[in-house]
């Protein structure tokens, strides 16, 4: 046993240091041998980015070279560099975690199908909380719709007749039932289950958790669909007079009102990832609205008929939008290209009176039209094909009998596997394995046993990270970015003797002198001093200009003879410096255009042939 001690070198006294071998040293001191199990490792494995050292990391980040303030640079180098390497530690996460696909049902011989699994047969094969999420209430205020919070935990229906009515869905405890008497189209719970707005005939009102009306909305007007976006803290409502409101939440303002000038419209939803609404109109267009564009952004002819449901996946950043028309087609798009759909095919059941469409947080794609509901995965429908066939089902449920029609909602409860319908006849809840999200994130406010001190802080958390209206874009990565620096540069006319950089982009040089540089100045224009340009001393003293002297040089009309006759000396005199300058930017120009086209058609750069140029050819030979 000592020699086998002494042989590892275990015991060494504490102020001896052992030598180490570093793998850039593959050659080792005369004292120690290297370990040739660990050598043989070493040469097979490597470390992952998390493990690895920060100082010895090599990180491709930009170095912001063109911006000349030094403390700004390495702010922005240091931010940049700090991105970069969470971008690595996240691709290196994603390498090591398990990547199949867990939780979706598998079956054990290959020609058996998951679609003919019933709900009986997952209940049976589901543990018993899983099996409490198959659920049948019958109701008589249909046709129903559905909508979850955040967490999946609280659920509230809306009937067409004026049945509200919210409810625990772990505990089964009824929060409020409300009977008002008139149509109600729509319901959507604000940022939490303590307040729920309801799309009522006239105006849009708020509810909180007991019932009590809290606030009426005599802005949305006779309100059709309804969405919050909880990040922003607003209330955006969409109605037979065809314009897109923002309501402030937290405020109480009308951010927004978007004339949408395409008649009454009834699909409204969101991008989960950058809060962007689409809308689904009569004439089988679909548009992309933000509240600080008075147009849309995006403007879509998904089906040559009108919309029945649109909805937008949230598993890949909201990347695939599915469209359903009452033509009986449903297709599915790339909202990165909008060339043309994905995938397209028409309804088993025909489609009569328009599908509804859902996307799960794993990215399964209900679909429910007729008397049944048809489920799709994620693989089979965003693979791009052609001829207009039938993907592969992954499950399907029927309705009970045709009372049960029309079907009016569909909604997949967050972090479960549960997918709630509404019909005619009430609501029904069905087992989906695989649709809802294993994890959950508690300071995204996804804890189903959030109690109420938990509830108020994050409240709190999210008034004061309130992102503004003014930040929704398409790309929200374009927030917070810098723009590339411009190409085209021309001199200051700071003199030779300027510290600074005499290169500057023409599109921040002030006015006078882009005109200047242009050869647009006028003369006559107030404010442009007949001093020398290149003084800057002179330039930056204040000119004091007599109220007379000023009424005097104002000029009413464009055809005055003094404007005509300084505009004709004006063209007689030649800068060379604005020449120069005049110059370099076609230059620079031409320069952009040919390696664009260069990039976009891979031509070489060819000199103009002139007329001369076969008398030349026929001279040479």
Same mark, same amino acid.
């Given at each position: 046993?000592?020699?086998?001690?002494?042989?590892?070198?275990?015991?060494?006294?504490?102020?001896?240091?052992?030598?180490?071998?570093?793998?850039?040293?593959?050659?080792?001191?005369?004292?120690?041998?290297?370990?040739?199990?660990?050598?043989?490792?070493?040469?097979?494995?490597?470390?992952?980015?998390?493990?690895?050292?920060?100082?010895?990391?090599?990180?491709?980040?930009?170095?912001?070279?063109?911006?000349?303030?030094?403390?700004?640079?390495?702010?922005?180098?240091?931010?940049?560099?700090?991105?970069?390497?969470?971008?690595?530690?996240?691709?290196?996460?994603?390498?090591?975690?398990?990547?199949?696909?867990?939780?979706?049902?598998?079956?054990?011989?290959?020609?058996?199908?998951?679609?003919?699994?019933?709900?009986?047969?997952?209940?049976?094969?589901?543990?018993?909380?899983?099996?409490?999420?198959?659920?049948?209430?019958?109701?008589?205020?249909?046709?129903?719709?559905?909508?979850?919070?955040?967490?999946?935990?609280?659920? &509230?229906? #809306? $009937?067409?007749? @004026?049945?509200?009515?919210?409810? /625990? +869905?772990? =505990? %089964?405890?009824?929060?409020? *039932?409300?009977?008002?008497?008139?149509?109600?189209?729509?319901?959507?719970?604000?940022?939490?289950?303590?307040?729920?707005?309801?799309?009522?005939?006239?105006?849009?009102?708020?509810?909180?958790?007991?019932?009590?009306?809290?606030?009426?909305?005599?802005?949305?007007?006779?309100?059709?669909?309804?969405?919050?976006?909880?990040?922003?803290?607003?209330? &955006?409502? #969409? $109605?037979?007079? @065809?314009?897109?409101?923002?309501? /402030? +939440?937290? =405020? %109480?303002?009308?951010?927004? *009102?978007?004339?949408?000038?395409?008649?009454?419209?009834?699909?409204?939803?969101?991008?989960?990832?950058?809060?962007?609404?689409?809308?689904?109109?009569?004439?089988?267009?679909?548009?992309?609205?933000?509240?600080?564009?008075?147009?849309?952004?995006?403007?879509?002819?998904?089906?040559?008929?009108?919309?029945?449901?649109?909805?937008?996946?949230?598993?890949?950043?909201?990347?695939?939008?599915?469209?359903?028309?009452?033509?009986?087609?449903?297709?599915?798009?790339?909202?990165?290209?909008?060339?043309?759909?994905?995938?397209?095919?028409?309804?088993?059941?025909?489609?009569?009176?328009?599908?509804?469409?859902?996307?799960?947080?794993?990215?399964?794609?209900?679909?429910?039209?007729?008397?049944?509901?048809?489920?799709?995965?994620?693989?089979?429908?965003?693979?791009?094909?052609?001829?207009?066939?039938?993907?592969?089902?992954?499950?399907?449920?029927?309705?009970?009998?045709?009372?049960?029609?029309?079907?009016?909602?569909?909604?997949?409860?967050?972090?479960?596997?549960?997918?709630?319908?509404?019909?005619?006849?009430?609501?029904?809840?069905?087992?989906?394995?695989?649709?809802?999200?294993?994890?959950?994130?508690?300071?995204?406010?996804?804890?189903?046993?959030?109690?109420?001190?938990?509830?108020?802080?994050?409240?709190?958390?999210?008034?004061?990270?309130?992102?503004?209206?003014?930040?929704?874009?398409?790309?929200?990565?374009?927030?917070?970015?810098?723009?590339?620096?411009?190409?085209?540069?021309?001199?200051?006319?700071?003199?030779?003797?300027?510290?600074?950089?005499?290169?500057?982009?023409?599109?921040?040089?002030?006015?006078?002198?882009?005109?200047?540089?242009?050869?647009?100045?006028?003369?006559?224009?107030?404010?442009?001093?007949?001093?020398?340009?290149?003084?800057?001393?002179?330039?930056?003293?204040?000119?004091?200009?007599?109220?007379?002297?000023?009424?005097?040089?104002?000029?009413?009309?464009?055809?005055?003879?003094?404007?005509?006759?300084?505009?004709?000396?004006?063209?007689?005199?030649?800068?060379?410096?604005?020449?120069?300058?005049?110059?370099?930017?076609?230059?620079?120009?031409?320069?952009?255009?040919?390696?664009?086209?260069?990039?976009?058609?891979?031509?070489?750069?060819?000199?103009?042939?002139?007329?001369?140029?076969?008398?030349?050819?026929?001279?040479?030979?």
């Amino acid at each position: 046993m000592d020699a086998l001690i002494a042989k590892a070198d275990a015991a060494q006294p504490l102020s001896n240091k052992r030598k180490r071998i570093h793998h850039s040293n593959p050659k080792p001191g005369p004292s120690r041998k290297p370990d040739k199990t660990s050598v043989s490792i070493i040469k097979n494995t490597s470390l992952p980015h998390s493990l690895r050292s920060r100082t010895n990391e090599t990180v491709d980040a930009p170095q912001y070279k063109h911006i000349a303030n030094p403390k700004l640079r390495r702010s922005l180098v240091k931010t940049s560099t700090h991105i970069a390497q969470s971008q690595a530690l996240l691709s290196d996460a994603v390498d090591l975690l398990p990547s199949e696909e867990a939780g979706f049902a598998q079956v054990e011989d290959p020609l058996e199908r998951t679609w003919r699994l019933s709900q009986a047969d997952i209940v049976k094969q589901a543990g018993g909380e899983a099996a409490r999420g198959r659920q049948e209430m019958k109701l008589d205020g249909g046709p129903y719709r559905v909508r979850y919070t955040k967490n999946g935990r609280h659920m &509230a229906i #809306v $009937g067409r007749t @004026g049945h509200v009515a919210s409810f /625990d +869905t772990l =505990t %089964g405890a009824v929060h409020s *039932e409300l009977q008002l008497g008139e149509t109600c189209n729509d319901v959507v719970f604000l940022q939490d289950h303590s307040f729920y707005a309801v799309a009522q005939q006239k105006y849009a009102f708020i509810y909180d958790r007991d019932g009590v009306e809290i606030h009426k909305l005599k802005a949305h007007i006779s309100p059709m669909r309804l969405e919050f976006l909880p990040y922003h803290w607003l209330l &955006a409502s #969409v $109605g037979s007079a @065809g314009y897109l409101k923002y309501q /402030d +939440t937290s =405020t %109480g303002q009308l951010v927004a *009102e978007h004339r949408t000038a395409l008649g009454a419209c009834s699909v409204l939803t969101q991008n989960p990832h950058n809060a962007v609404l689409y809308l689904g109109h009569q004439n089988g267009c679909v548009t992309l609205w933000t509240p600080n564009l008075p147009h849309p952004a995006v403007k879509v002819l998904a089906h040559l008929g009108p919309l029945s449901s649109v909805s937008v996946d949230p598993s890949e950043n909201g990347r695939y939008m599915a469209t359903a028309g009452k033509d009986g087609s449903v297709k599915v798009w790339d909202c990165r290209n909008w060339k043309g759909a994905v995938r397209e095919w028409t309804l088993r059941s025909g489609g009569k009176g328009g599908a509804e469409v859902e996307w799960s947080q794993k990215g399964l794609l209900a679909i429910g039209s007729g008397g049944s509901i048809n489920m799709y995965t994620s693989p089979s429908i965003k693979t791009p094909h052609h001829p207009s066939s039938q993907p592969p089902l992954y499950l399907t449920h029927p309705l009970p009998s045709a009372s049960h029609r029309p079907i009016t909602s569909l909604r997949f409860a967050p972090l479960q596997d549960i997918l709630t319908i509404g019909h005619a006849r009430g609501t029904s809840s069905i087992l989906v394995p695989g649709a809802g999200e294993g994890g959950m994130d508690t300071g995204e406010g996804l804890d189903l046993y959030e109690g109420v001190k938990g509830r108020r802080e994050r409240e709190v958390r999210g008034l004061l990270d309130k992102i503004q209206p003014d930040m929704i874009t398409l790309d929200p990565e374009l927030v917070g970015s810098l723009a590339p620096p411009s190409k085209l540069t021309t001199n200051t006319s700071g003199g030779s003797g300027s510290s600074r950089a005499a290169e500057i982009p023409f599109a921040r040089l002030p006015r006078a002198e882009r005109l200047r540089v242009s050869g647009k100045a006028d003369l006559t224009e107030e404010g442009v001093s007949d001093a020398d340009p290149g003084d800057a001393s002179d330039s930056t003293k204040p000119q004091v200009v007599n109220k007379e002297e000023k009424e005097k040089k104002k000029m009413r009309g464009k055809g005055k003879s003094l404007k005509r006759y300084l505009r004709k000396q004006r063209k007689n005199v030649i800068d060379p410096a604005a020449v120069a300058i005049r110059a370099k930017i076609e230059k620079q120009k031409a320069e952009r255009k040919a390696e664009i086209r260069k990039v976009k058609y891979g031509d070489e750069p060819q000199e103009k042939s002139s007329a001369l140029d076969r008398f030349r050819r026929t001279s040479k030979e």
